[in-house]
């Protein structure tokens, strides 16, 4: 099994920046592909952005392309959603997953709050 920890989320005012934070732990040896996916209210849950670890490359939602950024740390085991230029249409709950498939994936951080004020 894999866990993922998300942190780093929380209120700011537009225009303003955050940077999510995912760690992973467990069998972390059998992930192959990490990502961000974002819930906001009354809506259905959406790819942010994601990388493989084997492949180089990023992958963005065009929705948030040039503002946010993935990285990852190896030695940390730790991935990264730097969010810059934010909107209130960016306000959801932000979920770190590994192992994608499609809007799917193996495994899911507990997600974290990311609440943008007009």
């Known amino acids: 099994q894999v866990q993922l920890v998300e942190s780093g989320g929380g209120l700011v005012q537009a225009g303003g920046s955050l940077r999510l934070s995912c760690a992973a732990s467990?069998?972390?040896?059998?992930?192959?592909?990490m990502g961000w996916f974002r819930q906001a209210p009354g809506k259905e849950r959406e790819f942010v952005a994601a990388?493989?670890?084997?492949?180089?490359?990023?992958y963005y939602a065009d929705s948030v392309k040039g503002r946010f950024t993935i990285s990852r740390d190896n030695a940390k085991n730790t991935v990264y959603l730097e969010m810059n230029s934010l909107k209130p249409d960016d306000t959801a709950v932000y979920y770190c997953?590994?192992?994608?498939?499609?809007?799917?994936?193996?495994?899911w951080g507990q997600g974290t709050q990311v609440t943008v004020s007009s």
């Open positions: 467990g069998r972390t040896f059998s992930i192959y592909d």
């Open positions: 990388f493989s670890w084997s492949i180089t490359g990023t």
């Open positions: 997953a590994a192992n994608l498939r499609g809007n799917r994936a193996d495994y």
